[in-house]
């Protein structure tokens, strides 16, 4: 296939993608369409086309509707696939007209890093971001910001803040955040209390009616006294320590063996 | 830094080699001459000679080099060029262009093309009409090793005096040559050859073009075995990597090669500072600080290296605070340290109180250098580390505490968020305190006494592991020279076979040991 059929294939999705009610299915037939006329263009093996600007540019603009398609298609994989992809074009390209939703997406991945609890990748794609940027752009200050409350442990500020997404893509990974915090709440609460009222675990984790909570409870294998309306934790604390006889002997034995040989 | 580690402390080690020699004048040597003679040039008797002799001196230098060459290539004996190699820094001081050319001159037949080829680098400055003449039973080029160490000496010379794109030229047609070679003997020079390579394509900034040349290179020196040529470039590649924030390759890079155990104390340095970076990115900081540990400790202490230890030093402190602890004081004042560490200094100070407030501050007023130094990120996790720090010393000092004071303590937002911040400290073992939800205060729980549990039979163990471990190696790394004096032949033949035996058993209990762990 040709560029220009490439093109004018490329032009079609946009333009579906970006009408106010965009079929997504057409649109995935397009992007798989459009795959593999790129693969014909040989956009994987990128050996000598460096100067190539039109043909790359146009292969990272597909990309690029493809990871937007994905989550609105919520397809997590599928959004990693493509972002793996556009990381050469954004890295390795400097003499392409820089992308208008370059940092958008961006933010989409460490989000989505994020909501996953890939933590150490999400500070490696950190690191890839130019420094300029990290402060001042309000798209990838988000997940960073987010990034903080978690670790501090401020879910209160984590829950807050998905009123303020600066933009619509991102709530489909907030939502995913949501779930990962609460587990994260609540494997935080089981190490420190030994009991909690219901009500009162319902507010930590962000619950509202009593239904949910107790099949949260359920879940997490908490038990629960109906009569007090309290749950209580396992606790560890009775574990008793044996004495690791096997592995004594191994390391005496050991010992032994070195010193004879030294003396 | 980059070069920091490489220009080593050489000149101090061949002092002290050089009085050794003088000690046992009886089992002298060549090498042991020639750094006599290079350490004799270097202090103060070169003040007294003039420039001419000072000229001669050097090229009597080099003209010694070709000859430890020689020898190596013929005993297949590494170490005459490592010798060679690691007098590079002293001599780098006195090339100049003039030297170059007369070497280059002599030890060519006439009309040579490599001759032709590394004049032409120099430039038409460098030869005097007439000089050409002047030796004509001088050293000739018998072998490539010495080819090899003429260009790289123009290439060193071209570095010093930054002309980029003639190094670039001349470093890529060596590149070559030396890849088509392949001659175990080539290995130490081949590694150099490629570290200036890479140099000159940073100092121009053209550092992603080389990578495939390297990654190429790379493999085949694996596939042969060359340890020197393969520490080298795996360091070149992590700072390659490195140059453009490709943490996440430079993390495949590592986990897919192994470094070679016999590479050089200098690249063993670099390659655990690379580490140590790489480790404290993915949040391993326990990883991360043993590696910048290694990387302190392994590069020699001096001011040359300066570079080198303020950047792992600066990593190592924050690391250090990462993990939750304190750098002692000692090392902010070290006088080679001192000045750099500053802002650092001010950052250990803030997490150290646990005040947020004076962490911001801080951070504020030295970003520039964070930035410049690619600490900021690294820096900027440190914030919850100083929220960590405020909670345990509340824990410390108090026995039991109401969510509602360590909210006012620690300038936070609201109850709540203190007490998921507490919640969250306990999960990770920051603090041993239980939360009572309803009374709305944290409890902190007694000290375990440590001596109860395995813990002290596990860091017992492993201290004594080290102490055999040590020992072991330095069975292991002993030699037993052949031509010792006094020693008649079948005194050495019983020596090399009981090293032998012990070698052969220790390598025996260790594979023991190997089976032992898979039982456990």
Redesign the interface.
């Known amino acids: 296939m040709a560029l220009t059929e490439v093109k004018s294939l490329a032009q079609a999705l946009s333009q579906e993608f970006n009408s106010a009610n965009p079929n997504l299915d057409k649109c995935g037939q397009l992007l798989s369409q459009l795959k593999i006329a790129l693969i014909e263009l040989q956009y994987l093996t990128h050996e000598d086309k460096h100067n190539n600007v039109e043909e790359l540019t146009v292969a990272r603009d597909v990309l690029e509707i493809g990871a937007q398609w994905s989550v609105r298609k919520k397809d997590i994989p599928s959004f990693e696939r493509y972002m793996a992809q556009l990381q050469t074009y954004y890295n390795d390209y400097s003499n392409l007209p820089p992308s208008p939703i370059k940092y958008n997406l961006i933010g989409l991945n460490l989000l989505c890093l994020l909501s996953q609890n890939r933590i150490s990748d999400f500070h490696t794609a950190l690191e890839t971001i130019e420094p300029s940027q990290l402060h001042s752009n309000p798209v990838i200050q988000y997940p960073i910001k987010l990034e903080q409350s978690l670790m501090e442990g401020s879910y209160n500020r984590v829950w807050s803040s998905r009123s303020d997404v600066p933009s619509k893509e991102y709530l489909f990974f907030i939502d995913i955040l949501m779930d990962t915090i609460r587990n994260e709440i609540a494997s935080c609460s089981e190490k420190a209390y030994t009991s909690l009222p219901l009500k009162d675990a319902g507010t930590l984790l962000f619950f509202t009616n009593m239904e949910d909570i107790l099949n949260f409870a359920k879940e997490r294998k908490w038990k629960v006294n109906p009569v007090e309306q309290k749950a209580y934790f396992h606790s560890d604390a009775d574990e008793k320590i044996g004495i690791p006889a096997d592995q004594i002997i191994k390391q005496t034995m050991f010992y032994a063996r070195d010193m004879d040989r030294i003396i | 830094m980059a070069e920091a580690p490489r220009r080593s402390s050489r000149l101090n080690k061949n002092q002290g080699e050089d009085t050794k020699g003088k000690d046992k004048s009886t089992d002298q040597d060549v090498e042991m001459s020639d750094t006599t003679e290079a350490t004799t040039a270097d202090s103060g008797t070169v003040k007294v000679l003039g420039a001419k002799e000072l000229e001669a001196l050097v090229i009597a230098d080099i003209k010694q080099h070709f000859v430890l060459f020689a020898k190596s290539a013929k005993t297949h004996e590494a170490r005459f060029a490592v010798r060679v190699l690691r007098s590079l820094s002293s001599l780098r001081k006195r090339l100049t262009a003039q030297v170059l050319a007369k070497v280059i001159v002599n030890s060519y037949t006439k009309g040579d093309e490599s001759q032709k080829r590394l004049l032409e680098y120099l430039g038409p400055d460098a030869l005097p009409a007439g000089a050409a003449e002047e030796e004509t039973t001088s050293y000739k080029v018998e072998t490539p090793e010495v080819d090899v160490y003429l260009h790289l000496l123009v290439m060193i010379y071209l570095l010093d005096q930054g002309q980029l794109e003639k190094g670039i030229a001349l470093s890529s047609a060596t590149v070559k040559t030396v890849q088509e070679l392949n001659r175990r003997s080539l290995d130490q020079l081949a590694a150099k050859v490629y570290f200036y390579y890479a140099r000159f394509y940073e100092l121009s900034g053209r550092l ?1 073009e080389i990578r495939p040349v390297l990654l190429n290179a790379q493999r085949t020196a694996t596939l042969r075995r060359d340890d020197d040529t393969q520490s080298t470039l795996i360091n070149l590649l992590l700072r390659n990597y490195f140059h ?5 390759q430079a ?1 495949k890079l590592v986990s897919k090669t192994t470094f070679p155990e016999n590479a050089t104390n200098n690249q063993l340095a670099r390659y655990m500072y690379y580490l140590g970076r790489i480790k404290a ?4 900081y326990t990883e991360s600080h043993q590696s910048l540990m290694q990387a302190v400790r392994k590069a020699p202490q001096n001011n040359v290296t300066a570079g080198f230890q303020q950047e792992a030093n600066k990593l190592l402190i924050i690391v250090q605070l990462l993990m939750g602890e304190i750098p002692e004081r000692s090392l902010f004042r070290q006088p080679v340290l001192r000045k750099a560490l500053q802002p650092y200094f001010q950052i250990t100070q803030a997490v150290r109180v646990g005040d947020l407030n004076k962490f911001q501050e801080t951070l504020a007023a030295n970003s520039n250098t964070f ?1 410049a130094d690619k600490n ?2 690294l820096i ?2 440190l ?2 580390n100083v ?1 960590k720090t405020g909670i345990r010393m509340i824990s410390l000092s108090y026995s039991r505490i109401s969510l509602r004071d360590v909210c006012l303590k620690l300038h ?3 109850e ?2 203190a ?9 990770d073992g920051v603090i041993d ?6 009374k709305g205060f944290m409890r902190s729980k007694e000290n375990v006494d440590i001596y ?3 813990e002290p ?1 596990h860091a017992f ?1 492993q201290r ?1 592991a080290f102490c ?1 471990k040590l ?2 190696d330095s069975v292991k790394a002993m030699r037993f020279p052949l031509k010792a004096v006094n020693i008649d032949a079948a005194e050495v033949e019983a020596a090399r076979d009981q090293e032998r035996t ?1 070698v052969q ?2 390598a025996e ?1 260790d594979e023991d ?1 190997d089976d ?1 762990h898979d ?2």
Do not use: C, F, P, W
Request: charged share 25%; proline share 0%; hydrophobic share 40%.
């Open positions: 992603a453009y924030n490709l943490y996440d993390d990115i993915q949040l391993e930035l900021y990120t900027l996790r914030r919850h929220i936070l937002d609201s709540e968020d007490e998921y911040i507490v919640a969250k400290a306990i999960r305190a239980t939360l009572d939800h309803e109860s549990t395995n039979q163990h004594i055999l020992h072991n012990l058993e220790i209990a040991m032992g039982d456990l």
